[in-house]
């Protein structure tokens, strides 16, 4: 689009300068082929020479800004023509004022044309710079095209010319007031797609750190799960470990206590057997004394003491017996104590 737009203005300027430049013969511009170029230069440096000059005639002035012209020295066409315009006559004038007005239009279209070049040094930085830099220059021919036909009311190519540089001029306003609109629809555009474009990107990175944040969160709860389920499984595993060690400890317990009963009943046979034995053996023993005692009373009869001294010693016995029995009736019958 800023190609067209560039091709356009190029075609309008070009457009005027043919209308302008052709309008005064004088005034058109050729480039000097190359074996003239000394020649040129010879005629630039007498011109130069010529404009120094305080008296120097207005019509050599004149002559020598077409010829400069034509030369495609511009500047210094320029310059000779405005000498010509404040010091010749008002015919002379005029046509140094038309032609100083073609003149300066020419130059900044060379300008234009050389900014249209890669490579060129003095070429404005923009279409956009050129482009204005032109409007100026157009300002300036216009002022002075006007100055002409002030200076000659007959002068009808410098009055069309002026009308018609006025209407290029406002034409190029109106593409530069168009562009500038569309640079500013442009950056306006331009702006709104950044602006889209930072949200777009502040929405994704915020997007981005949700995500991020619920991965994290995500990971600390099943980190959490599996130190739960591990102290879980812990606890699970000490309380299995303490009820084996609980239960060893009662069947150990449930083993000593049956041990001890069974020594304890052990024992009480022992000391039952044992007793029953000494019964036997008293028993037998006071057989014998009985018999003895039975024999010696034959051979000679007890006294009253003595037959009361038996007697009291067989109560005596049989008492001691009933105790016994009774004791060991009691340790049978009694629970043994509980060590858990």
Same mark, same amino acid.
């Given at each position: 689009m800023k190609?067209?737009?560039?091709?356009?203005?190029?075609?309008?300027?070009?457009a005027s300068t043919a209308i302008i430049a052709g309008?005064?013969?004088?005034?058109?511009?050729?480039?000097?082929?190359?074996?003239?170029?000394?020649?040129?230069?010879?005629?630039?440096?007498?011109?130069?020479?010529?404009?120094a000059k305080p008296d120097a005639r207005p019509e050599r002035l004149y002559n020598a800004g077409v010829a400069m012209y034509r030369a495609g020295e511009l500047g210094l066409a320029r310059d000779l023509f405005e000498a010509a315009a404040g010091r010749g006559r008002a015919d002379l004038a005029s046509r140094s004022m038309y032609n100083r007005g073609t003149t300066r239009y020419a130059e900044s279209l060379k300008e234009m044309q050389a900014a249209q070049q890669p490579g060129q040094a003095s070429a404005p930085d923009s279409p956009q710079d050129t482009q204005q830099q032109v409007m100026e220059t157009l300002e300036r021919a216009v002022r002075e095209l006007k100055d002409a036909v002030r200076a000659d009311p007959t002068n009808e190519n410098a009055r069309a010319n002026a009308?018609?540089?006025?209407?290029?001029?406002?034409?190029? &306003?109106?593409? $530069?007031?168009?562009?500038? &609109?569309?640079?500013?629809?442009?950056? &306006?555009?331009?702006?709104?797609?950044?602006?889209?474009?930072?949200?777009?990107?502040?929405?994704?990175?915020?997007? $981005?750190?949700?995500?991020?944040?619920?991965q994290d969160q995500q990971k600390q709860d099943q980190q959490k799960q599996d130190q739960q389920k591990q102290d879980q499984q812990k606890q699970d595993q000490q309380k299995q470990d303490q009820q084996k060690q609980d239960q060893q400890k009662q069947d150990q317990q449930k083993q000593d206590q049956q041990k001890q009963d069974q020594q304890k009943q052990d024992q009480q046979k022992q000391d039952q057997q044992k007793q029953d034995q000494q019964k036997q053996d008293q028993q037998k023993q006071d057989q014998q004394q009985q018999q003895q005692a039975d024999g010696k009373q034959e051979r000679k009869p007890m006294t009253k003491q003595e037959v009361e001294r038996l007697l009291q010693k067989i109560r005596d016995k049989e008492k001691a017996r009933m105790q016994e029995q009774l004791e060991r009736q009691r340790v049978r019958t009694q629970p043994a104590p509980k060590d858990w």
């Amino acid at each position: 689009m800023k190609s067209a737009r560039n091709a356009m203005f190029l075609r309008i300027a070009f457009a005027s300068t043919a209308i302008i430049a052709g309008a005064h013969a004088s005034a058109q511009t050729t480039q000097p082929p190359a074996d003239t170029q000394a020649i040129v230069a010879q005629a630039r440096e007498a011109a130069e020479q010529l404009l120094a000059k305080p008296d120097a005639r207005p019509e050599r002035l004149y002559n020598a800004g077409v010829a400069m012209y034509r030369a495609g020295e511009l500047g210094l066409a320029r310059d000779l023509f405005e000498a010509a315009a404040g010091r010749g006559r008002a015919d002379l004038a005029s046509r140094s004022m038309y032609n100083r007005g073609t003149t300066r239009y020419a130059e900044s279209l060379k300008e234009m044309q050389a900014a249209q070049q890669p490579g060129q040094a003095s070429a404005p930085d923009s279409p956009q710079d050129t482009q204005q830099q032109v409007m100026e220059t157009l300002e300036r021919a216009v002022r002075e095209l006007k100055d002409a036909v002030r200076a000659d009311p007959t002068n009808e190519n410098a009055r069309a010319n002026a009308e018609l540089a006025h209407r290029v001029l406002k034409e190029l &306003k109106q593409q $530069q007031d168009k562009q500038q &609109k569309q640079q500013k629809d442009d950056q &306006k555009k331009d702006d709104q797609q950044k602006q889209d474009q930072q949200k777009q990107d502040q929405q994704k990175q915020d997007q $981005q750190k949700q995500d991020q944040q619920k991965q994290d969160q995500q990971k600390q709860d099943q980190q959490k799960q599996d130190q739960q389920k591990q102290d879980q499984q812990k606890q699970d595993q000490q309380k299995q470990d303490q009820q084996k060690q609980d239960q060893q400890k009662q069947d150990q317990q449930k083993q000593d206590q049956q041990k001890q009963d069974q020594q304890k009943q052990d024992q009480q046979k022992q000391d039952q057997q044992k007793q029953d034995q000494q019964k036997q053996d008293q028993q037998k023993q006071d057989q014998q004394q009985q018999q003895q005692a039975d024999g010696k009373q034959e051979r000679k009869p007890m006294t009253k003491q003595e037959v009361e001294r038996l007697l009291q010693k067989i109560r005596d016995k049989e008492k001691a017996r009933m105790q016994e029995q009774l004791e060991r009736q009691r340790v049978r019958t009694q629970p043994a104590p509980k060590d858990w």
